[in-house]
């Protein structure tokens, strides 16, 4: 490494010399132009400097919302392959009669619960629609 890379005689910092020897005449006017135009107008640079702030902190948010996303999949995952394994253990737990024998009685409490639900909504939709009749 040292005498490959870092040896002032190395072939890569002699490519580097002789590129920046080349580009030397090239590239000062430019710097010293630029340079000029930047000191006579401070305005620019303030906004460059503003468009600069607002350009980061655009790419910060972007970062936080792909990591906030890619955290929520992973937690949603995580949650379904924790149920999927939890059903696995209530089932060996259990046994399969036993299981599906517990799955009928929830289901039927929920279909009963939507039952209610659906005459409580049947009855508050024939007491409007008798305010509205009588109204009009």
Do not use: C
Request: proline share 4%; charged share 15%; hydrophobic share 55%.
């Amino acid at each position: 490494v040292n005498r490959h890379i870092l040896s002032s005689s190395s072939p890569l910092n002699n490519l580097r010399r002789q590129f920046l020897d080349t580009m030397a005449p090239i590239a000062e006017p430019l710097v010293a132009r630029l340079n000029e135009i930047l000191v006579n107008s401070p305005d620019i640079v303030i906004l460059l400097l503003v468009v600069l702030v607002f350009v980061l902190a655009v790419q910060v948010l972007a970062w936080i919302r792909r990591m906030l996303v890619w955290l929520t999949g992973l937690l949603f995952r995580l949650m379904f392959w924790a149920a999927v394994a939890a059903a696995i253990a209530f089932v060996y737990q259990r046994g399969p009669e036993e299981t599906v024998r517990d799955l009928v009685v929830v289901v039927s409490k929920i279909a009963g619960y939507g039952a209610s639900l659906r005459d409580v909504w049947v009855a508050e939709y024939q007491r409007y629609d008798g305010q509205q009749n009588m109204a009009g």
